[in-house]
């Protein structure tokens, strides 16, 4: 069969993810402790595998998730189409209920099909899903790449996930995710479809 496999991961954790403080695409933060652990847990899982390139988003927290691979030597490029969804005004700040109660009716409003709504000063999942295709096409044009790692980011992958596997981008938050959790996905080129493998996979953090 001629496929492509992708292992596609979310970033490890960063202080703003244990606070609870909302990133999104303005906010460039890097790995913490824990975070830098689950990196290398799934380096030390997976490096044998012989990825053909790694992607990544623009953000460093995505870079530094997959450090031990670049420091192997695997090509790497990283692309802005990936990068999370933008926020908007509300980004870094310190939760309090109000931007709770914010988050979930703009949540809520997208469960009930409004994804086109963005975020106060921010991106829609549609936005989202407009710069992400591009990337997803250049992956998928270079059938010689039979095995790759990306590395992005929840809310981003979510919307990912859901336009690849032809579902409508209200049913995102079918697909959970996790700190450095692997969606391991087959892309089979006679059939142009995808499929799930492993989804949400946190065997290789058992340790952590």
């Known amino acids: 069969m001629h496929h492509k496999t992708i292992y596609l991961i979310r970033h490890g954790e960063t202080d703003f993810n244990r606070r609870g403080v909302v990133q999104g695409s303005g906010i460039d933060a890097h790995l913490n402790d824990l975070g830098r652990a689950q990196a290398q847990a799934f380096f030390e899982t997976y490096q044998h595998v012989d990825f053909d390139k790694i992607y990544t988003s623009k953000l460093i927290?995505?870079?530094?998730?997959v450090e031990g691979f670049l420091d192997k030597g695997h090509a790497h490029e990283a692309h802005e189409g990936l990068n999370e969804i933008s926020w908007g005004v509300r980004e870094g700040r310190t939760p309090n209920?109000?931007?709770?109660?914010?988050?979930?009716?703009l949540i809520e409003s997208w469960q009930n099909g409004q994804t086109d709504l963005p975020a106060e000063g921010g991106e829609s999942p549609e936005?989202?899903?407009?710069?992400?295709?591009?990337?997803?096409?250049?992956?998928l044009a270079r059938p010689e790449e039979k095995t790759v790692l990306v590395a992005m980011h929840g809310r981003a992958m979510r919307v990912l996930l859901a336009t690849i596997l032809g579902q409508p981008l209200a049913k995102m938050d079918d697909y959970p995710h996790h700190n450095v959790c692997l969606y391991l996905l087959h892309y089979d080129y006679d059939t142009s479809s995808f499929s799930i493998v492993k989804e949400n996979d946190l065997t290789h953090l058992q340790s952590l």
Do not use: H, N
Request: aromatic residues 12%; without cysteine; charged residues 30%.
């Open 61 to 65: 927290r995505t870079v530094q998730s």
């Open 127 to 139: 936005d989202v899903q407009k710069r992400l295709l591009p990337v997803v096409e250049l992956i």
């Open 97 to 105: 209920s109000m931007d709770s109660d914010y988050y979930r009716w």
